[in-house]
């Protein structure tokens, strides 16, 4: 399941959403539990605890990319020379 799980970034913009999980189904019922009641599985979080546990360093990484907006600097997904969208 591990090599599963990766990153997605949406094309440079204004706007850019990132996400990070799988689409194996057995990756997402390990994460979120099933709760069939003749095939109930306890959710298993991994994504959420590795979240939690790094809240400190995705908070810093966040602060670093609201200041690189405010002054004007491009992302790192987006090339210097990219125009603007409206």
């Known amino acids: ?3 599963s799980y990766g990153i997605r970034v949406s094309g440079a913009g ?3 959403d990132a ?3 799988s689409d194996d189904i057995k990756a997402v019922v390990f994460e979120l539990g099933r709760m069939e009641q ?4 306890p959710p298993r979080p ?3 605890v590795a979240a ?3 809240e400190e360093k995705v908070a810093r990484g966040i602060g670093r990319m609201v200041v690189r907006a405010i002054e004007g ?3 790192p997904n987006r090339s210097a ?6």
């Open 52 to 54: 939690f546990r790094n």
């Open 73 to 75: 600097k491009p992302m």
């Open 14 to 16: 204004l706007r850019v």
């Open 19 to 21: 996400s990070i999980g």
């Open 46 to 48: 991994e994504l959420s």
């Open 81 to 86: 020379t990219d125009d603007d969208e409206t």
């Open 38 to 41: 003749n095939n109930y599985q």
């Open 1 to 3: 399941m591990r090599d």
